[in-house]
């Protein structure tokens, strides 16, 4: 077992979640790589199979060798533990190798309820916080009744929302790459005109000028600084013409914040 030991070096969890499955406790932890692994110690004592032969197991299993990690899980008595777990879309290829001919008579129910739910109650603890399965609640949201409606109105929602806040990233990132390309390019044509660069100098030397009569400072390198960490530039000159817009507006209301009146550019 050294050499198994050796040969995978730990990932690290940047969370973990304890997991009700029915009757039995499931550790899941988040690691570095972004993926969702549970606990393989857990599963097969919930089972009632050895965790060495399993894991002797997926090792010579190709596919599933390639799930196969090792990560310090937070335990409450002994603190952090190296402990073998599997990556959470692997549990169902997995548990069909499993014979249940291997198992007590009473565990075969609860293999065939891993088969089909451990996957997903796994991944969605740590999607949307559910860390308990309810066996009845599916059959609960086949009632017509003002929870079951207003529960149903906020999945959706939320489902809007989660489609929304994707869209944005993706839209945001579509407008970081034409900047890049812009940028790259070298195009005059995409950029601010002359004239549009002296109302954002205007603009800056304003604001400048009434912050320094508060701080006492000399305020044009952090105004500077600030409009070009928001707009991702690192000149004044470089910004797209298409966000000219976006800045003049940024900069009129920094103004009227710190002065409370209007701009004069």
Known sequence: MADEQSALEPLTVIDQREVTFYDDEL?????????IYVALTQMCSALGI??????RRIR???VLE?????????TTHRGRQDSYVLRVDLV??????????????????????FQREAA???WQAFQSGRLTIEPAFTDLLERDTPAVRAYKTALAVAQI??????????????????????VTLGDPGRQITPEQASQISQAVKAIAMALGKKTGRNEYGGVYGELYRRFEITSYKQLPARRFDAA??????????????????
Do not use: C, N
């Not at 550790?27 to 993926?35: I, P, S, Y």
């Not at 050895?50 to 894991?55: E, F, G, I, L, V």
């Not at 390639?66 to 937070?74: E, S």
């Not at 806040?165 to 790459?177: I, K, Y």
């Open 27 to 35: 550790t899941a932890v988040k690691t570095e790589d972004g993926d």
């Open 50 to 55: 050895d965790s060495q032969a399993q894991t």
């Open 60 to 62: 010579r299993h190709p």
């Open 66 to 74: 390639d799930g196969l990690q090792r990560v310090a899980i937070l």
């Open 92 to 113: 169902p290829l997995w548990l069909t190798g499993i014979s249940t001919k291997a198992l007590d008579e009473e565990k075969r129910p609860k293999l065939e309820r």
């Open 120 to 122: 997903k109650v796994l």
């Open 161 to 182: 929302a989660e489609q929304q806040v994707v869209l944005e990233a993706q839209l945001l990132d579509h407008e970081r790459r034409l900047e890049q390309i812009e």
């Open 248 to 265: 003049m507006t940024f900069l009129t209301e920094w103004y009227m914040e710190v002065t409370g009146v209007g701009p004069p550019f």
